[in-house]
């Protein structure tokens, strides 16, 4: 057995990452609060949450005692023809919270997976019924949904999807009404959305299983935010034509928009929500995809062939089902902290406002976003690479999306931490040479 690791290369292939041009990866030790440790004893803070899913900062000491605690009764157990206490009080815990009308909880262990099982109960559901045909559905441009099949199949076609294109199934878009500060045409581009989904429904409102779309704000697409008046105009053309609603609430769930859910913040209820990332503050792997009773009892029958045959190895992992009942605590406890962070943000977004190179400022909650005026815009931009290397030098840990800069950190994060990455990216973007 090989024991020292020293001098040899890495045998680790990382995600999203080009082999040959991408940079090392860092080597991180520890992490406290919004500060991660560095091997070499640098310190980064961490203004992405760690890929959005860190909610009271790292480590923090009560989700940790928590798993230690679960693991010395229950680590892990199958979870059909058995069932723990974890998972059944966490489950009651996510439809108190949730609007009324989602109450029943199907567990997976990520973003992916509580999209993919969305997808099979969206269109499970209408089979059931007796309604067949209805197989499709409707995304938005823009859209990132996950990396399997189905999940890739209803995101926007683009870089991360080019490779699967001929696995992926059909689906059709509809633009999405990004919107930003001073945006005057923001009632124009929901109009034109509204209206190209009214096309696709009146044509063939019976071949449409549901509808799937990021509420509020859609994430790797570049953090494009619509506004709540959208989502409600959306679930009445939904209602109208009886296709089912699908929010994916992995990024935005959990005070991300300063509310609970984006559905809470919009006032709307979905058909069936995708809940993930945050759900355990960030410690272990877990999701869950809630539904209403509608769609439950379609499913409720004697006919095997009727059943939801989707599960998991770690379905409802008794240490993820720990971690999140106690960071639902914390998150009711502190809850004060994601809707403060909006002001906050915009504080920090008044320190910009003479950086010419930076428009169409954004603030959802807790998170913000800028647009990095670039010759070429989109995922690919130059500037992306550019920019997360001049942050990180500065120790701060960002990771531009092309030529968008986002901040979405931990919600302990203080007041004069937050100001400090917007003086960071102030410093930074002097610096860059214009095109
Ligand atoms: N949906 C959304 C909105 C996401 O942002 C992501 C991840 N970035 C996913 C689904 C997929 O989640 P995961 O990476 O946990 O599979």
């Known amino acids: 057995m090989k024991s020292e690791n020293k001098g040899r290369p890495s045998a680790v292939w990382p995600p999203f990452t080009p082999l040959k041009t991408g940079t090392a990866p860092l080597r991180v030790k520890s992490g406290k609060g919004v500060m991660l440790t560095l091997e070499d004893g640098r310190h980064l803070m961490d203004c992405i949450s760690s890929w959005w899913v860190n909610l009271h900062g790292?480590?923090?000491?009560?989700?940790?005692?928590?798993?230690?605690?679960?693991?010395?009764?229950?680590?892990?157990?199958?979870?059909?023809?058995?069932?723990?206490e974890p998972a059944e009080r966490l489950a009651h815990r996510l439809v108190d919270l949730l609007p009324e009308g989602l109450t029943r909880v199907f567990y997976s262990d990520n973003g992916s997976t509580a999209v993919e099982v969305a997808l099979k109960m969206a269109s499970q559901y209408w089979k059931n019924r007796g309604a067949s045909g209805r197989t499709r559905f409707i995304s938005f441009e823009g859209a990132y949904h996950g990396d399997t099949l189905g999940a890739m199949s209803v995101s926007h076609r683009s870089v991360f999807t080019d490779a699967f294109r001929d696995l992926l199934f059909d689906v059709d878009f509809i633009p999405y009404p990004e919107t930003f500060?001073?945006?005057?045409?923001?009632?124009?581009?929901?109009?034109?959305?509204?209206?190209?989904?009214?096309?696709?429904?009146?044509?063939?409102?019976?071949?449409?299983?549901?509808?799937?779309?990021?509420?509020?704000?859609?994430?790797?697409?570049?953090?494009?935010?619509?506004?709540?008046?959208?989502?409600?105009?959306?679930?009445?053309?939904?209602?109208?034509?009886?296709?089912?609603?699908?929010?994916?609430?992995?990024?935005?769930?959990?005070?991300?928009?300063?509310?609970?859910?984006?559905?809470?913040?919009?006032?709307?209820?979905?058909?069936?929500?995708?809940?993930s990332k945050g759900i355990t503050g960030g410690f272990m792997p877990l999701a869950a995809t809630v539904c209403t009773d509608r769609i439950h009892h379609?499913?409720?029958?004697?006919?095997?062939?009727?059943?939801?045959?989707?599960?998991?190895?770690?379905?409802?992992?008794?240490?993820?089902?720990?971690?999140?009942?106690?960071?639902?605590?914390?998150?009711?406890?502190?809850?004060?902290?994601?809707?403060?962070?909006?002001?906050?943000?915009?504080?920090?977004?008044?320190?910009?406002?003479?950086?010419?190179?930076?428009?169409?400022?954004?603030?959802?909650?807790?998170?913000?976003?800028?647009?990095?005026?670039?010759?070429?815009?989109?995922?690919?931009?130059?500037?992306?690479?550019?920019?997360?290397?001049?942050?990180?030098?500065?120790?701060?840990?960002?990771?531009?999306?092309?030529?968008?800069?986002?901040?979405?950190?931990?919600y302990c994060i203080r007041r004069e931490e937050l100001l400090s990455v917007y003086e960071?990216?102030?410093?930074?973007?002097?610096?860059?040479?214009?095109?």
């Open 181 to 275: 500060e001073d945006d005057a045409d923001v009632a124009e581009k929901e109009a034109r959305s509204l209206a190209a989904l009214e096309r696709l429904l009146a044509s063939h409102a019976g071949a449409y299983a549901a509808l799937i779309i990021e509420p509020l704000v859609q994430g790797a697409g570049g953090m494009r935010m619509c506004r709540p008046a959208f989502l409600k105009a959306l679930q009445k053309k939904s209602r109208d034509y009886d296709i089912l609603i699908i929010y994916d609430e992995v990024m935005v769930g959990f005070g991300r928009t300063g509310d609970y859910f984006a559905c809470r913040r919009a006032k709307t209820v979905p058909d069936i929500i995708c809940l």
């Open 58 to 84: 790292h480590t923090h000491p009560e989700i940790a005692q928590a798993i230690h605690r679960q693991a010395l009764e229950l680590e892990q157990v199958i979870f059909a023809g058995l069932t723990h």
């Open 298 to 410: 379609a499913f409720y029958d004697e006919d095997p062939g009727k059943t939801l045959y989707h599960g998991h190895s770690y379905t409802a992992n008794p240490l993820g089902c720990a971690a999140a009942n106690v960071s639902l605590d914390l998150l009711i406890e502190n809850h004060h902290q994601f809707e403060q962070m909006a002001q906050w943000h915009r504080d920090g977004i008044d320190m910009l406002r003479q950086e010419k190179r930076l428009q169409r400022f954004r603030v959802c909650g807790t998170i913000a976003a800028m647009d990095v005026a670039a010759g070429d815009g989109g995922y690919l931009s130059a500037l992306g690479p550019l920019l997360r290397q001049r942050f990180m030098d500065n120790g701060f840990l960002l990771r531009p999306l092309g030529n968008v800069i986002y901040i979405l950190p931990p």
């Open 424 to 435: 960071c990216i102030r410093d930074v973007i002097s610096k860059i040479p214009l095109d």
